[in-house]
């Protein structure tokens, strides 16, 4: 199985959490996984609010059991009621829909892990999420669309 190496997911972190310091964001919070939703790093800036572990896995979790952005998903559960509250039941109540949850892939465009950020409004959250996996030399879903990869760009 191909999973993200510990060293590109320190680099992403830290590259989420110096971006959101140079925007004068609020105190963010990141968490790297594997997939399966293992955590791999997770970074909690000073003064974020003490559930953001859950939030951010909450994303990630959205993000690699349906196979899109966690902001898609949300549009998801906009769309789809019904089908997105059994989803939810069925996962135990891990998915969060919210933006800031995003597939990390690698060159050639497979997933290797998701990244979930909070903190901030969630289209900044998914902003820098993007942000962090291009600083690791990875892409995100938007970079594969003429790879032959199955990836969701809309729902």
Do not use: W
Not at 129 to 140: D, E, N, P, R, T
């Amino acid at each position: 199985m191909n999973i993200i190496s510990l060293t590109d997911a320190e680099t992403i972190a830290d590259a989420i959490l110096s971006r959101s310091r140079e925007l004068d964001l609020r105190p963010m919070s990141v968490v790297v996984v594997e997939p399966g939703n293992i955590v791999k790093v997770f970074k909690k800036e000073d003064h974020a609010s003490s559930i953001r572990l859950e939030m951010a896995l909450g994303k990630t979790y959205a993000a690699l059991a349906l196979g899109r952005s966690s902001l898609l998903v949300q549009e998801r559960m906009k769309q789809r009621p019904a089908f997105m509250a059994f989803l939810y039941d069925a996962s135990d109540k891990k998915i969060f829909a919210e933006g800031g949850g995003r597939l990390i892939r690698n060159t050639d465009g497979e997933v290797i892990g998701a990244v979930g950020v909070t903190g901030d409004r969630q289209e900044v959250d998914d902003e820098v999420a993007a942000f962090g996996i291009h600083a690791a030399g990875l892409k995100i879903d938007e970079d594969c669309r003429d790879m032959g990869q199955l990836v969701r760009l809309d729902d």
